[in-house]
């Protein structure tokens, strides 16, 4: 049952992740498909360096889906956290990595005591939103850390 219950966690928060990202950079202005996509385009593919968003979403669900694994020890124990809590650490380790996110004793303090508002601030304290550095950027994080707050994507994606 417990198994059942992380997988379905990870497989929703991966979604969610995935639907977050894309919805910003690199995937904005990309080509909707590149044509002859296969093998034999190597030399092609490579002196062009076009990528499709199919395709970068291929890769961005590879990442993804490797993050929200990592954090499974985590899942396993912590059923409150969520699908949207979880895109959103998963998230987090792709920036400052699954390690340094796991060492982070009170962020999983605060989630062991569904304490949403303090998960989020401790979030905010760590290396994460140095990296942000375009208003893109930065408007992604807060979104991210309103996320983890309330356990709720954003409305703009129910519309």
Known sequence: MAHERVEA?????TEVALQHISAYAPFLGAME????????????????????KAEMTNLLGHDIRRFVRSLRPRTAIY??????????????????????LMQCRELWDAISLSRWDDAQ??????????????NDERRR?????RMMRTGLVPIAWTH
């Open 79 to 100: 059923p409150q956290l969520g699908s949207v809590r979880l895109a959103v650490l998963a998230h987090v380790a792709m920036v400052i990595g699954t390690p340094a």
């Open 141 to 145: 994080m807060l979104e991210l850390a």
């Open 33 to 52: 498909s590149v044509e002859d996509r296969g093998i034999t385009s190597f030399e092609r593919i490579a002196s062009t360096r076009a990528v499709s």
């Open 121 to 134: 601030d401790v979030l905010l304290m760590t290396r994460w939103p140095e990296r942000a550095t375009a």
């Open 9 to 13: 966690t990870e497989a929703y928060a």
